[in-house]
């Protein structure tokens, strides 16, 4: 059985091994990154650290979008619209948990090991539809129940 239900936005990276990330640059540019996430209820979680570039970008744009993609970054599917905000304190140990049960080698073993090796602190975020995806999708379940 699933572990997310079909009305869970997120449902088609639930079994997804890499997402390609597209944050923004200040002038606008799009830049893509291959990341792992895990679902956490009805939003999805990703780790990276500190001195990433990608931290930067999301710090002055938190808009997103995320798309299935090759452990390489290239887009297998459609991308979604989201926003990602840091997360921390018992919202953050979830999302270390979910992505270490998700992938037990990379995210229980090397992913920790290796940002402690080179002493970076480790982010998690979340990440969350935009206004206009969540309307779409709550749209669509108050037509599948009959409201509306």
Do not use: C
Request: no cysteine.
């Amino acid at each position: 059985m699933n572990r997310t239900s079909t009305t869970n936005p997120f449902a088609m990276f639930d079994r997804q091994g890499t997402v390609v990330l597209t944050t923004y640059r200040r002038d606008g540019r799009a830049v893509g990154t291959p990341i792992s996430i895990a679902i956490v209820g009805d939003h999805a979680v990703f780790r990276t650290y500190d001195r990433a570039w990608k931290t930067r970008r999301l710090a002055h744009t938190p808009r997103i979008t995320i798309a299935p993609s090759t452990a390489r970054g290239r887009p297998t599917g459609s991308a979604t619209e989201a926003v990602a905000h840091r997360i921390t304190g018992d919202e953050a140990l979830a999302a270390a948990h979910a992505l270490r049960r998700k992938h037990p080698i990379l995210h229980g073993v090397l992913v920790p090991l290796g940002h402690r090796i080179r002493r970076y602190t480790t982010l998690y975020y979340r990440v969350d539809l935009t206004g206009t995806d969540r309307e779409h999708e709550n749209g669509e379940r108050s037509r599948s129940k009959g409201i509306g």
